[in-house]
């Protein structure tokens, strides 16, 4: 674990101890791991790459020192902001400079091949603006990768250009940016992002950038954070499909090329929020090899309000943390705007375990810490609303081994069946009843209670008319709403929606839920209403005006 003070922390997950801390002799600024690999590589920002080892736990006599300064003696700073291991070569390292890219052999300890990439004067790149394209360039590189062969190698470049390169050689095998390609060509048209009018578009950077594979290493995907037009209103990731790479020994160097040019499929992996990705990570489903990114099954991004977001890979649906990532990351999934605590009875507790359709996990094995068992039988369940309108209730006791350590989910979009206007504003539950409610920006009321799911067709008619308001055809409705029917369908016992007062005349500013079945709810206007849960037909609702 490398910490913001560039300190590499060893943990060892058998004795759930710290082993050491190391403090590296500088800024770390990449760090490349192998699963079958005893070292871990460190890329300095002095530019010098280093070798800690796991095993002894000690620094390795291993040292690259900075090859781009020793092959430029004019590079005034040239710090490591890449690093990757060959993904069928142990013995081979990718190096990634500021000017450019360097495979060093570790078997011959020496390096085999420098990447520098220069747009001649009329080529576009990545640019829009006719006067900076007439001027050569190198636009500073920000990462390289290896394809999961190692048959090429990607670098991306501040400018939001992605070169190809053949690894023999070093020759370039296709320029391009999310949009275009050939790029590095002189007199190539400007692209989608020229504004004839003399306004130009700025693209973003690449903010990071993963090639993964299929089962089959030869087919492959480029899953990219960055690199679209600062003006785009969809924000995400982009996932460039390329497909099956073709033979390099059998096939031309046009097809080669045409192969990067021209992606079988190109899509946007949509965020939840607005906010753009600014990192990522792939989670594959099997393998840790081909740098983690071999048949990946999901996407983690981090966006720019630091939330995280959970994309199912290669279709971008958002997937609930719910059953995939710990508690902790699903605190900033999306962000916390409302909790509550609430003392649960233990047997009550034990006996609250949703039962629904459960997608696969991804994050399995590892046996959970016991803890002291506290002397009391007192649960202290947390509820917190998230930005999205999602409701997750844990346990959250201290020093206690969990029993039922599942989260239970409310989606209240689900049950309002709308997408905006989702703030909660209110929430309380009741630790003897196992019922909930929950109180909107937007005035509504919803009152939940733990039971089993049942068909529409079995819901006994419920009349939910207040005395007064209703006609003789007793076509009139109550402020009371009848929910039942909203009930999740993959849900066959949880926490299900029961009535919502939608006489939403103001914000609800505070909710109370009794342990003997009354809620009351309190309005912004001053207005106070108590609604009785238990009897068949609930009761009218009572208003108690502000006394201003």
Same mark, same amino acid.
């Given at each position: 674990?490398?910490?913001?003070?560039?300190?590499?922390?060893?943990?060892?997950?058998?004795?759930?101890?710290?082993?050491?801390?190391?403090?590296?002799?500088?800024?770390?600024?990449?760090?490349?791991?192998?699963?079958?690999?005893?070292?871990?590589?460190?890329?300095?920002?002095?530019?010098?790459?280093?070798?800690?080892?796991?095993?002894?736990?000690?620094?390795?006599?291993?040292?690259?020192?900075?090859?781009?300064?020793?092959?430029?003696?004019?590079?005034?700073?040239?710090?490591?902001?890449?690093?990757?291991?060959?993904?069928?070569?142990?013995?081979?390292?990718?190096?990634?400079?500021?000017?450019?890219?360097?495979?060093?052999?570790?078997?011959?300890?020496?390096?085999?091949?420098?990447?520098?990439?220069?747009? /001649?004067?009329?080529?576009? $790149?990545? !640019?829009? @603006? +006719?006067?900076? *394209?007439?001027?050569? %360039?190198? =636009?500073?590189?920000?990462?390289?990768?290896?394809?999961?062969?190692?048959?090429?190698?990607?670098?991306?470049?501040?400018?939001?250009?992605?070169?190809?390169?053949?690894?023999?050689?070093?020759?370039?095998?296709?320029?391009?940016?999310?949009?275009?390609?050939?790029?590095?060509? /002189?007199?190539?048209?400007? $692209?989608? !992002?020229? @504004? +004839?009018?003399? *306004?130009?578009?700025? %693209?973003? =950077?690449?903010?990071?950038?993963?090639?993964?594979?299929?089962?089959?290493?030869?087919?492959?995907?480029?899953?990219?954070?960055?690199?679209?037009?600062?003006?785009?209103?969809?924000?995400?990731?982009?996932?460039?499909?390329?497909?099956?790479?073709?033979?390099?020994?059998?096939?031309?160097?046009?097809?080669?090329?045409?192969?990067?040019?021209?992606?079988?499929?190109?899509?946007?992996?949509?965020?939840?929020?607005?906010?753009?990705?600014?990192?990522?990570?792939?989670?594959?489903?099997?393998?840790?090899?081909?740098?983690?990114?071999?048949?990946?099954?999901?996407?983690?991004?981090?966006?720019?309000?630091?939330?995280?977001?959970?994309?199912?890979?290669?279709?971008?649906?958002?997937?609930?943390?719910?059953?995939?990532?710990?508690?902790?990351?699903?605190?900033?999934?999306?962000?916390?705007?409302?909790?509550?605590?609430?003392?649960?009875?233990?047997?009550?507790?034990?006996?609250?375990?949703?039962?629904?359709?459960?997608?696969?996990?991804?994050?399995?094995?590892?046996?959970?810490?016991?803890?002291?068992?506290?002397?009391?039988?007192?649960?202290?369940?947390?509820?917190?609303?998230?930005?999205?309108?999602?409701?997750?209730?844990?346990?959250?006791?201290?020093?206690?081994?969990?029993?039922?350590?599942?989260?239970?989910?409310?989606?209240?979009?689900?049950?309002?069946?709308?997408?905006?206007?989702?703030?909660?504003?209110?929430?309380?539950?009741?630790?003897?009843?196992?019922?909930?409610?929950?109180?909107?920006?937007?005035?509504?009321?919803?009152?939940?209670?733990?039971?089993?799911?049942?068909?529409?067709?079995?819901?006994?008619?419920?009349?939910?008319?207040?005395?007064?308001?209703?006609?003789?055809?007793?076509?009139?409705?109550?402020?009371?709403?009848?929910?039942?029917?909203?009930?999740?369908?993959?849900?066959?016992?949880?926490?299900?929606?029961?009535?919502?007062?939608?006489?939403?005349?103001?914000?609800?500013?505070?909710?109370?839920?009794?342990?003997?079945?009354?809620?009351?709810?309190?309005?912004?206007?001053?207005?106070?209403?108590?609604?009785?849960?238990?009897?068949?037909?609930?009761?009218?609702?009572?208003?108690?005006?502000?006394?201003?």
């Amino acid at each position: 674990m490398l910490d913001s003070k560039h300190d590499l922390t060893i943990i060892s997950l058998e004795s759930r101890t710290i082993e050491t801390t190391y403090s590296p002799p500088g800024g770390v600024n990449a760090v490349a791991a192998e699963a079958g690999l005893d070292w871990v590589f460190l890329g300095l920002q002095s530019g010098e790459v280093i070798a800690y080892d796991l095993d002894r736990l000690v620094l390795s006599p291993f040292r690259i020192p900075n090859l781009w300064k020793e092959r430029s003696t004019k590079a005034v700073l040239c710090p490591v902001v890449s690093l990757e291991i060959h993904p069928r070569d142990i013995g081979a390292l990718l190096v990634g400079y500021l000017e450019g890219a360097v495979v060093f052999s570790i078997k011959k300890n020496e390096p085999t091949l420098f990447l520098q990439f220069e747009l /001649p004067p009329g080529a576009p $790149g990545a !640019d829009t @603006d +006719p006067a900076i *394209i007439q001027a050569a %360039r190198r =636009p500073k590189l920000s990462h390289a990768l290896w394809h999961p062969t190692g048959t090429f190698i990607l670098t991306t470049h501040e400018d939001s250009c992605m070169v190809f390169w053949d690894t023999k050689d070093g020759r370039i095998v296709q320029t391009r940016t999310i949009q275009d390609s050939h790029v590095h060509i /002189p007199g190539a048209p400007l $692209g989608i !992002d020229a @504004d +004839p009018g003399g *306004i130009f578009n700025v %693209r973003e =950077p690449i903010f990071r950038a993963a090639w993964c594979s299929g089962e089959n290493p030869e087919n492959t995907s480029l899953v990219i954070a960055g690199g679209n037009s600062m003006g785009m209103h969809a924000k995400g990731l982009t996932l460039l499909e390329l497909g099956n790479t073709p033979p390099y020994l059998t096939s031309s160097w046009e097809v080669l090329s045409e192969h990067f040019a021209s992606p079988k499929r190109q899509r946007i992996l949509p965020t939840p929020t607005n906010a753009g990705v600014v990192d990522f990570c792939v989670i594959p489903k099997a393998s840790p090899h081909y740098a983690g990114a071999n048949d990946p099954v999901a996407v983690l991004a981090i966006l720019e309000t630091g939330e995280l977001a959970l994309l199912h890979f290669p279709d971008g649906h958002p997937l609930s943390p719910t059953y995939l990532l710990p508690v902790s990351l699903c605190l900033v999934h999306p962000q916390i705007n409302l909790f509550n605590v609430t003392m649960f009875n233990r047997q009550k507790w034990l006996g609250m375990e949703e039962k629904r359709i459960k997608p696969p996990v991804f994050l399995e094995g590892g046996s959970p810490l016991c803890k002291p068992n506290k002397r009391y039988e007192i649960r202290a369940v947390v509820q917190t609303a998230h930005q999205d309108g999602m409701i997750r209730i844990w346990d959250a006791s201290y020093a206690d081994e969990l029993e039922n350590a599942d989260v239970i989910e409310v989606d209240m979009a689900g049950v309002l069946q709308r997408a905006g206007g989702l703030t909660v504003k209110a929430l309380k539950m009741s630790g003897v009843t196992g019922e909930m409610v929950v109180g909107m920006e937007s005035g509504e009321v919803v009152m939940l209670n733990w039971r089993k799911a049942a068909t529409p067709a079995a819901l006994p008619p419920v009349d939910l008319r207040t005395e007064g308001e209703a006609d003789e055809a007793g076509k009139e409705e109550g402020p009371i709403m009848d929910m039942r029917a909203r009930a999740n369908p993959r849900i066959r016992e949880g926490m299900l929606p029961l009535f919502m007062l939608k006489d939403n005349t103001s914000e609800v500013k505070v909710v109370e839920c009794s342990d003997v079945g009354f809620v009351a709810v309190g309005h912004a206007d001053g207005q106070l209403k108590i609604i009785d849960l238990r009897v068949t037909c609930p009761l009218p609702s009572t208003f108690i005006p502000s006394a201003r």
